[in-house]
Every structure is written in C-alpha cells, then in structure tokens.
C-alpha cells in the first residue's frame, strides 16, 4: 500500500472519531440509556422530562430519582420505563436489558397479558 494512502486512511478515522467523540458529548441520551438500561437501581421519582434537543423529539426520555441517602441522578430510560414511573413514586429496577423501573411488587402488563393468556388457555377444555 503507498505510503500517501495509509496516512490519508489515518487521517481519515482520526476525523470520524473525533466527530463521533463530540456528537457522544453533546448528545449524552444517545449512549447513556445503554448503561441505565442495564444496571440496577432505586428510589422516589422526583421528575420525569425528555431531552429534545436539535428537535429530535423522542429521545432522551430520562427520569431523576432520589435514593435514601438524598442523593439526585438521571437516568435515561425507554417509552415504557418513562411511562411506568410516576412522580412521587418508589421504583426500583432490575438488573438486566429489558427491565423497567417499577414500584416493589408491581409487574409489567406484558407479565400480566402472559398470566391471562396461561389461564385462559388453562381454562378452556381440550378439543
């Protein structure tokens, strides 16, 4: 390979990196429902809100929880995490992609429609 294209390859990657580097730090909902979305955590809903910046509304549904000892953090979270947690409400989420931030003891309706359809299933006779 010339010597004149691998430096221009570089150069290249160096720009899309750095371009990649400043979207990331401007645009933190774009990365941070990924570790939100997996480890756990708890405590009161203080407020609920969406980042829309550069009118991409949609993105950046976050909530700010309160833990016991006071302290504030922002959590981004999904549609359904967003619409499960209310102000004022104890929530606590599950470690795991695919868990929301719900009160103790409360399932997601897709539990609840799996238990309904189990014992409709359960109830009918067999044909």
């Not at 990365?31 to 405590?43: L, R, S, V």
């Not at 809903?45 to 991409?56: A, M, P, Q, R, Y």
């Amino acid at each position: 390979m010339p010597q004149n294209l691998k430096g221009t390859r570089l150069r290249s990657a160096g720009w899309y990196l750095t371009a990649a580097a400043v979207v990331l730090a401007l645009c933190p909902w774009l990365w941070k429902e990924i570790p939100d979305a997996y480890f756990p955590y708890a405590g009161v809903v203080v407020e609920k809100g969406v980042d829309s910046h550069l009118g991409l509304g949609g993105w950046g549904r976050y909530i700010i929880i309160q833990d016991e000892q006071g302290r504030s953090s922002k959590k981004y979270v999904s549609y359904y995490g967003y619409a499960f947690a209310e102000v004022g409400t104890y929530v606590v989420k599950k470690r795991g992609f695919g868990k929301y931030p719900l009160p103790p003891g409360e399932k997601p309706p897709f539990e609840t429609l799996r238990e309904i359809e189990k014992r409709k299933a359960e109830q009918q006779p067999n044909r």
